[in-house]
């Protein structure tokens, strides 16, 4: 079960002016289940995207990089089961094949549409069963199918993953609403998520842009569940104009504060449910690392616990085995790191205890008191390198025997 996480109701979710969503059932991969999405974008709407970093990145992948450039996106097109990653010439065929029936459909350009795909690497897609589904997705369109599309886009999540927010700018409503899809291969850079976040604010592509990849940097791109790169992992940030407040150009003006802050907060919202529907999750933990020099290595530190198989299931049987804690600092990479200096704390919603200072264990720390802590399903470790005033905080979960388990039967 997720950890402290529920999936918001149909009427929790509010439509965004200018996009409609629409899913089918295609059996791309199984029978009976919604595993087609499209969604349909308002003339003149603003569209940015953030994509992995993984060199064997999936065809639609870059097929979008090649779209998003000449602007105008009209349709955005998901399908789960079958990635369409490591499927060569063919897959690129499929997934441009797949834009141009989208395209026919909307009476739109290729180029107007953005294919994404999850679900199984080195299958081919099957791009006949997926072309079959579109008509019945675009017969589904509505401003209210948040909802339905969250669960469309699910593949081991056990949850769907949706936040809808409302935000006053220039006295005008701007509303946010985002979902997202992910368990495991969660790693930064990006993880194995798709993420689709939609306001109907104006503001400039090139505003936009920046928002989309700082609003990634700060959610999706500091969350682990396993510290595997997926290939096929997608952030799409839609500004529709629709709200009818004056286009937003400044990057210091209060507008623009206003939108960032919302958007930044609807990511970290979705990036967050993520990790606590980690594939086996029974708890959720923060990583918080302060006193750095920069924020660069506070976040190397971060990662290093976060990715820490022996952190995390030692968290998972409540073991307070904590000079695990420390040997990932160890090797986080700051090598002029001085240990003597730093400290370690274990914290839940009731209680902090110092775990380790001065180079060693603290003279206070009980492990009874640390055995304590790691009981609770939400705990934050925080470390203070002693050495600056940079933070960073990375958001991870614990590996338990159901992580091996859902991974172990996947493809099945």
Not at 99 to 116: E, H, I, M, T, Y
Not at 284 to 305: H, L, P, Q, S
Not at 390 to 412: E, G, L, M
Request: glycine fraction near 10%; proline fraction near 4%; hydrophobic fraction near 45%.
């Amino acid at each position: 079960m997720p950890v402290n996480l529920s999936t918001p109701t149909a009427s929790e979710l509010r439509p965004v002016a200018g996009v409609r969503l629409g899913v089918a059932e295609a059996a791309i991969r199984k029978q009976n289940r919604r595993d087609l999405t499209l969604i349909e974008v308002a003339p003149g709407s603003r569209v940015a995207g953030v994509f992995t970093l993984n060199r064997f990145c999936a065809a639609p992948v870059q097929v979008c990089k090649e779209h998003l450039p000449g602007g105008d996106i009209r349709a955005l097109v998901i399908n789960t089961g079958v990635a369409n990653a490591g499927t060569g010439e063919e897959g690129l065929a499929n997934a441009s094949a797949t834009c141009a029936a989208v395209a026919r459909l909307a009476g739109v350009g290729a180029r107007q549409v953005l294919p994404f795909s999850t679900g199984v690497i080195l299958e081919p897609l099957p791009v006949d069963r997926l072309v079959a589904g579109l008509p019945a997705a675009q017969a589904n369109l509505r401003a209210d199918g948040w909802f339905d599309a969250a669960h469309a886009i699910m593949t081991t999540d056990t949850v769907a993953k949706a936040v809808s927010r409302q935000v006053t700018i220039a006295g005008r409503t701007v509303t946010l609403t985002g979902i997202s899809k992910g368990a495991g291969m969660i790693k930064p850079n990006m993880a194995t998520m798709l993420g689709f976040l939609a306001c109907d604010a104006a503001i400039s592509q090139s505003l936009l842009e920046s928002l989309a990849r700082e609003a990634a940097d700060l959610s999706f791109n500091s969350i682990t569940v396993d510290g595997d790169t997926s290939t096929n992992d997608s952030f799409i940030v839609i500004a529709t104009g629709q709200a009818g407040n004056p286009e937003i150009n400044d990057p210091l003006g209060d507008d623009y504060r206003a939108l960032r802050e919302a958007v930044i907060d609807v990511s970290v919202r979705l990036a967050q449910a993520i990790v606590r529907d980690g594939e086996g999750a029974t708890k959720f933990m923060t990583i918080a690392v302060g006193g750095g020099r920069d924020r660069g290595e506070c976040r190397k530190v971060a990662y290093a616990i976060g990715h820490s198989p022996l952190v995390k299931t030692a968290f998972f049987a409540s073991d307070p085995n904590l000079g695990r804690i420390l040997a990932a600092i160890g090797y986080a990479g700051i090598d002029d790191l001085d240990v003597g200096a730093l400290r370690v704390w274990l914290a839940s919603a009731s209680e902090e205890v110092l775990v380790a200072e001065n180079g060693g264990r603290a003279a206070t720390y009980r492990e009874e008191a640390g055995a304590r802590v790691m009981k609770e399903a939400e705990i934050t470790v925080r470390v203070d390198l002693g050495r600056g005033r940079a933070q960073a905080t990375v958001w991870t979960c614990d590996f338990s025997y159901d992580y091996v388990k859902i991974n172990a039967d996947y493809r099945s």
